[in-house]
C-alpha cells in the first residue's frame, strides 16, 4: 500500500513537472493533456488518476510558483531599505532565484495576460502576497532605521514591478551581462526608495 502510494505520488509530481517545462516553452494555455502524460510518461487517461482535468493541475503550478516566491523572500529575509547592502543582498538573491527557476519564472511571467480566468487570477493573488511579503519587509525596515516611507505598499509594488521586468530581460543573459543588470536593478530599487522617503517632519517654532 505504501509503495503504491509513493509511486503515485512520484507520478504526479512527474505529471507538474512536465507541465512546468512545457508551460515555460510555449506557455500554459497552450498546453494539451495529451503532452502533459506524455512528458510525464503516462496515458493520457493515466492523467485523470491525478488530476481531474488541465485547470486543476495549472492550480497547482501556481502554488508552487507562488511558494517558491514567498521561499526566496524568507531565504533572503533582509528587509529592502535604503540601506545599500541589505538592497543589494534581496537583488542578487532575487536574481540568483529566478535563473536558477527559469521555469517558474517563465510560466509566471507568460500566463498572466493568457490561460483561463481561474489561472489568472490566482496567479494574481500569488503577485500580490509577493507585494503584500515586501511591503512588510519595508515597514519593518522603516521602523529599525527610524525612516519613515509615504506610501510602503505603492513602494512594494513598484519595486516588484521593476524585478519582475528586468528578471525577465535576465534569463536570456549571459553571466557578465546579467551581473550588469543586477547592478542596474539594485539602482532602481534604491531610487524607489529615496523617492517614498517620507519627507522630515519641520520643527516647530
Do not use: C, W
Not at 13 to 21: P, W
Not at 84 to 93: E, L, P, Q, R, T
Not at 165 to 171: D, I, K, N, S, V
Amino acid at each position: 500500500m505504501a509503495e503504491r502510494l509513493e509511486q503515485k505520488h512520484l507520478t504526479r509530481r512527474k505529471l507538474v513537472e512536465a507541465a512546468l517545462r512545457l508551460s515555460a516553452e510555449q506557455g500554459f494555455s497552450s498546453v494539451s493533456l495529451r503532452e502533459v502524460a506524455k512528458g510525464a510518461g503516462i496515458t493520457p487517461a493515466g492523467f485523470y488518476r491525478h488530476f481531474h482535468d488541465m485547470d486543476e493541475l495549472g492550480l497547482i503550478l501556481v502554488d508552487e510558483i507562488g511558494l517558491g516566491l514567498r521561499q526566496l523572500l524568507r531565504e533572503a529575509r533582509r528587509t529592502i531599505t535604503g540601506e545599500g547592502s541589505a538592497v543589494k543582498k534581496s537583488v542578487h538573491a532575487f536574481i540568483d532565484y529566478i535563473t536558477e527557476n527559469a521555469h517558474l519564472f517563465r510560466v509566471l511571467q507568460g500566463e498572466r495576460m493568457g490561460s483561463s480566468p481561474a489561472f489568472r487570477k490566482a496567479l494574481f493573488a500569488e503577485i500580490d502576497r509577493f507585494v503584500e511579503e515586501v511591503t512588510e519587509d519595508l515597514e519593518r525596515g522603516a521602523k529599525l532605521l527610524n525612516q519613515p516611507l509615504r506610501d510602503t505598499a505603492l513602494a512594494a509594488e513598484a519595486i516588484v514591478a521593476v524585478a519582475f521586468t528586468l528578471g525577465a530581460e535576465a534569463l536570456d543573459l549571459p553571466k557578465h551581462k546579467r551581473e550588469q543588470l543586477t547592478e542596474r536593478l539594485i539602482k532602481e530599487v534604491k531610487m524607489i526608495l529615496r523617492g517614498a522617503l517620507a519627507p522630515p517632519r519641520k520643527k516647530m517654532k
